[in-house]
């Protein structure tokens, strides 16, 4: 597995995770490293995405703000933070890497086994 998100909990309203996402292969300047959630009954969602090598992050409009996308390139390692977590927040998180940006999960080839969060109320 290319791919291990990590980071994932149990967690009450407004606190706070930080989801890791280590990358075993390659990463180009070019790649486009992506996180995506999917809580359950629901379909796979797009959360945000960072360009590698522009360090340009993209984020759904439901993030309001509360999560931050980075990545260390020493590391070769993807993170997402999260603040202020919501209920709403409940779900797997997978990170995914792509060749070129898109909030469509069937864009992206490569996939990690995803981190359960857990927001209780």
């Known amino acids: 597995v290319q791919l291990q998100a990590s980071g994932g909990g149990l967690v009450q309203a407004g606190g706070s995770l930080r989801l890791s996402c280590a990358n075993s292969?390659?990463?180009?300047?070019?790649?486009?490293m992506t996180w995506f959630r999917q809580a359950p009954g629901k379909e796979r969602e797009f959360v945000a995405a960072?360009?590698?090598?522009?360090?340009?992050?993209y984020y759904a409009d439901f993030v309001k703000g509360r999560f931050t996308i980075s990545g260390d390139k020493a590391k070769n390692t993807l993170y997402l933070e999260i603040n202020v977590l919501e209920p709403e927040d409940t779900a797997v998180y997978y990170c995914?890497?792509?060749?070129?940006?898109?909030?469509?999960?069937?864009?992206?080839?490569?996939w990690g086994r995803g981190t359960q969060v857990t927001v209780s109320s």
């Open positions: 995914a890497k792509g060749n070129s940006y898109s909030t469509s999960p069937a864009m992206y080839a490569i």
């Open positions: 960072l360009r590698w090598g522009a360090a340009r992050a």
């Open positions: 292969g390659r990463t180009f300047s070019s790649h486009v």
